[in-house]
């Protein structure tokens, strides 16, 4: 037994010498430069879209491994504060949280470490802290959306024995009923409806599920949906469910976040974040400021579509004479005379711009002959939250 | 072996007394290094970045313990599943199975946040020490009714404790759900801190919270191993029918034994909400109440040993956060691995603690010393899980 136990602490002070000398001979040290916080992993797609974005802006940067990191499921919790505070001691210049309830937690860093530059995606609030080193940054997704949308109309008009009374009933799983998820559905149905041959129509069904990521929770929805009739179901959650659950009934769907690299998949959005990574490693390595509130949109390539296997002969032309209109202005995605609420084109809205949840500025624009609710226009995070005529809400999921 | 009439097993399980001290220190010791190997090796393969596992040791020294911060947080975080672990000391050692911890910390932190929204938003300006006062009463209390619920229900009319303590975590986190739904009609499920109410801090942040569980265990320590209480509860958890005959009324101690407990994870909320964090979430226990099961039962439900457990777990799941980012890993399941490893060399060693295996040709020599072989007992203290 003494001999066992010996042995054993052997290796253990062997571990422990060696592990010393492994801390010491680390090699060339450089300093760091960026590091990234998500709220999950790589098995969220929304998250991979981040964590695959910041490792290709670095690598185009020429950082070493070195010089930036991840730090993934870190919680919407004191744990991110703890997690941005860590790095800014550790001399990272840049750091990056990817999660809207993360806003709270890093505008406490950045007022803590002013001359650390603090990011955060899908945040509200940069525009009315005004922080020298706090920035809010989206893309307009919508755009992105309108154009999957586009793609699944086309495909519709390939699937009209599926119309009822020229009808067709489309589904939709979202994660939460606030603005960033009805704006993306709405600018979706927007796209389908106005790609539609004349005489048909669609309506949506959205189903929540009160989580970015729960798998079965994802899949049950679009199962819900597909029972309900639905021919062709998109969503807006993170996880693999919805498009598992389609291809297992064979219908067609839209993603987000990335391809599924499912047969029933007819087209996706995604946000390149990539552009905005790169502006900000730029910053820290001494380059320009970053905006303190930045839309990024098609043009800057923030927003990225694609088309899938399961695409309408002839789509991909027709989707891009859509996109060249987009980029040019000529066309716009929540055009006032395209929809109705209630009945009735919209005239004037308010919206909650400053994060207060109270509506107070009226973001109905006209522009020549259009007039349009102006999208991420006064600030970068969604605030279309309006439920328009065609749409119907099964339920409705606010908090977690 | 043809001349041995009855087959012998290649090997017997023997009880082992009276290992010294030193040598089951080092029997742990040479676990949980032999756990964190394989969990090295483990890494090294799945990492792209990093193929020397031994540098998985430096990354966990460094998550841990590499800069001022680190080592409060290590500190802090280490205090607090203590402070949980210690509040289930008492329940466990009377075999009242108080799952709850979870739910129990929570409606705390609910409590607190509750008083410290409504101070916020108020009209008239109101000072923080009312506040305070107002948290710690309400805040503990709150823990306290939380456990104190099943406590009656299982003394007076005998419910399984283990699914109602369970079932109050679900409604606690449940309330907080509902609650960030009022408070934030349209966000994302997530609050926003309070900075301008809350517990004091003292030296920073940090330190409250470690000087009040150090109290706690303190407290812990002398109350289950001196006081009258800690007596009366050890024996309802030997035999609920001896206590009775004893004259000791069972009810009471259920009920006043799940007070304390529900008071020390009242007090972690409190912390939590008061003194760290100045927010509420659904998860704002941080899973501990299930963790510190693990924590109390390793350390055989002494106070003093939790301490250490305590803080090896901690060291554990901070030192694989760096771990993740060092080789790599974009998931926190890796993380995950590596404490159910730990465990599982842990509760293993504990086997080898208390037993031992004689191998045949030995066996005459374990006989001449008179020691007992016993059948079928394995794994008996390693069943939890």
């Known amino acids: 037994m003494k001999k066992v136990l010996a042995l054993l602490l052997t290796v253990a002070m062997s571990v422990a010498c060696l592990s010393t000398l492994a801390a010491c001979g680390g090699g060339e040290k450089a300093d760091p430069v960026a590091a990234l916080i998500t709220l999950h992993g790589t098995s969220s797609t929304y998250d991979k879209n981040f964590i695959d974005a910041f490792k290709t802006a670095c690598a185009n940067k020429g950082l070493k491994k070195s010089q930036y990191t991840v730090k993934s499921d870190v919680g919407e919790s004191n744990a991110c504060y703890d997690t941005a505070a860590d790095f800014a001691d550790k001399g990272y210049k840049a750091i990056f949280a990817d999660s809207f309830g993360h806003e709270a937690y890093m505008i406490q860093a950045a007022e803590q470490f002013p001359d650390v530059q603090f990011y955060h995606a899908t945040g509200t609030q940069s525009l009315t802290k005004n922080l020298p080193n706090f920035h809010n940054a989206f893309a307009s997704i919508y755009e992105g959306r309108y154009l999957a949308g586009y793609a699944a109309g086309l495909k519709l008009n390939t699937m009209k024995d599926k119309a009822v009374e020229n009808n067709f009933q489309v589904g939709y799983v979202g994660a939460y009923t606030y603005a960033e998820v009805i704006s993306g559905y709405t600018s979706w149905f927007l796209g389908l409806q106005a790609a539609l041959d004349e005489g048909y129509t669609a309506t949506m069904e959205v189903q929540f599920t009160g989580t970015w990521y729960d798998e079965a929770l994802e899949k049950e929805a679009a199962n819900t949906l597909i029972n309900r009739g639905a021919v062709l179901v998109s969503q807006h959650a993170d996880s693999m469910g919805a498009p598992t659950a389609c291809q297992e009934e064979s219908i067609p769907n839209v993603a987000y976040n990335g391809n599924t690299e499912k047969s029933t998949l007819v087209a996706y959005s995604k946000i390149n974040w990539v552009p905005y990574f790169e502006m900000m490693i730029d910053k820290a390595l001494g380059g320009a400021s970053v905006d303190t509130d930045w839309t990024g949109t098609l043009s800057t390539d923030s927003v990225q579509w694609a088309l899938g296997a399961n695409v309408a002969e002839g789509t991909l032309a027709k989707v891009q004479a859509i996109e060249a209109e987009l980029k040019a202005g000529t066309l716009k995605v929540f055009d006032c005379a395209k929809f109705t609420v209630g009945g009735e084109h919209l005239t004037s809205y308010l919206a909650d711009v400053d994060g207060d949840y109270v509506g107070e500025k009226n973001v109905i624009i006209t522009e020549g002959e259009v007039t349009y609710f102006a999208e991420s226009y006064y600030r970068s995070a969604p605030y279309f939250d309006i439920t328009i005529d065609g749409v119907t809400l099964l339920n409705t999921k606010f908090g977690d | ?385």
Not at chain 2, 188 to 199: E, V
Not at chain 2, 368 to 381: A, H, L, Y
């Open chain 2, 1 to 385: 072996m043809a001349e041995s009439k009855v087959r012998e097993p290649l090997f017997h399980v023997v009880k082992r007394e009276g290992l010294p001290i030193w040598k089951t220190l080092l029997v742990y010791a040479a676990a949980i290094v032999g756990g964190l190997l394989l969990v090295s090796i483990f890494c090294a393969v799945c990492s792209e970045d990093i193929d020397n596992p031994l540098e998985m040791f430096s990354s966990m020294f460094d998550g841990a313990f590499g800069t001022e911060r680190r080592i409060w947080i290590f500190v802090r975080e280490g205090a607090l599943l203590l402070g949980v672990s210690l509040a289930l000391l008492p329940a466990f050692k009377m075999r009242f199975w108080n799952l709850g911890a979870n739910g129990q910390i929570v409606i705390s932190c609910l409590v607190c946040y509750s008083i410290m929204n409504w101070a916020n938003t108020s009209e008239t300006p109101i000072p923080n020490a009312i506040v305070v006062i107002m948290i710690i009463l309400f805040g503990v209390g709150a823990g306290i009714v939380w456990a104190a619920i099943p406590a009656v229900f299982k003394a007076f009319f005998g419910t399984n404790e283990t699914l109602f303590t369970l079932m109050m975590n679900y409604i606690a986190q449940g309330l907080v759900t509902v609650m960030i739904t009022i408070w934030a009609p349209t966000g994302s499920g997530s609050l926003s801190p309070i900075k301008n109410y809350g517990l004091p801090n003292v030296i920073n942040e940090h330190f409250l919270a470690i000087l009040t569980i150090s109290l706690i265990t303190v407290f812990i320590f002398f109350y289950l191993a001196k006081s009258k209480h800690g007596y009366e509860l050890a024996v309802v958890g030997e035999s609920e029918k001896t206590a009775k005959y004893a004259g000791i009324n069972v009810k009471l101690v259920t009920i006043r034994t799940l007070i304390l407990s529900g008071a020390i994870c009242g007090i972690v909320g409190l912390l939590i909400t008061g003194g760290i964090s100045h927010s509420v979430s659904s998860v704002s226990h941080n899973n501990m109440g299930f963790t510190a099961i693990m924590t109390s039962w390793l350390a055989g439900f002494n106070p003093l040993i939790t301490i250490a457990t305590s803080f090896l777990i901690t060291f554990i799941s901070l030192g694989m956060g760096q771990v993740r980012q060092d080789f790599g890993f974009y998931n926190d399941a890796i993380a995950n691995v590596a404490l159910g490893i730990v465990y599982f060399f842990i509760i293993a060693c504990h086997f080898f603690i208390n037993y031992k295996l004689v191998f045949r040709n030995s066996k005459h020599l374990e006989e001449k010393m008179g020691i007992t072989t016993v059948g079928g007992e394995k794994g008996k203290k390693g069943g939890n899980g």
